[in-house]
């Protein structure tokens, strides 16, 4: 059976405005999660495996430099305030993952010339919630 894995079905909503021109590439959406266990190993050799509660995320964003949601961006790292975060891939994989808590970390820097140059940008959220999704029959 074929496995159909497209960004045509990734979907980032920021505030319920979906974001737009993502850079090509491989990673136009990264994010990094903490590890959900903490493992300790004692004298003896016994093992203790802890639950991390930490459910915080950094994700990163790649877009073009002409893209609309670059505005977006910049005027909430202005006002500084927290924001909703839903991320969907309806694809084979369905994955999905929402946040209310999300804040631009770092800005891209921003260069011109003869070609176009992607503007990476940073978020980190307090908690990140998965999303159940369910393969279509």
């Known amino acids: 059976m074929a496995t159909n894995v497209s960004f ?31 493992f300790t190993v004692g004298a003896d050799g016994r093992m203790v495996s802890t639950e991390n509660t930490d459910r915080s995320f950094t994700m990163t964003i790649t877009l073009q430099s002409t893209s609309t949601s670059n505005a977006l961006l910049f005027a909430l ?16 994989r369905l994955e999905a993952g929402t946040s209310t808590n999300t804040y631009i970390k770092s800005i891209p820097n921003l260069s011109a010339g003869n070609e176009d140059s992607d503007r990476v940008w940073v978020l980190v959220g307090e908690r990140w919630d998965y999303v159940g999704l369910q393969a279509a029959n």
């Open 8 to 38: 045509l079905d990734v979907n980032l909503m920021i505030n319920k405005v979906k974001v737009v021109g993502f850079a090509s590439g491989s990673t136009a959406i990264d994010t990094e999660f903490p590890d959900p266990r903490t």
């Open 77 to 92: 790292n202005k006002s500084g305030a927290p924001f909703h975060l839903a991320y969907t891939d309806a694809s084979d």
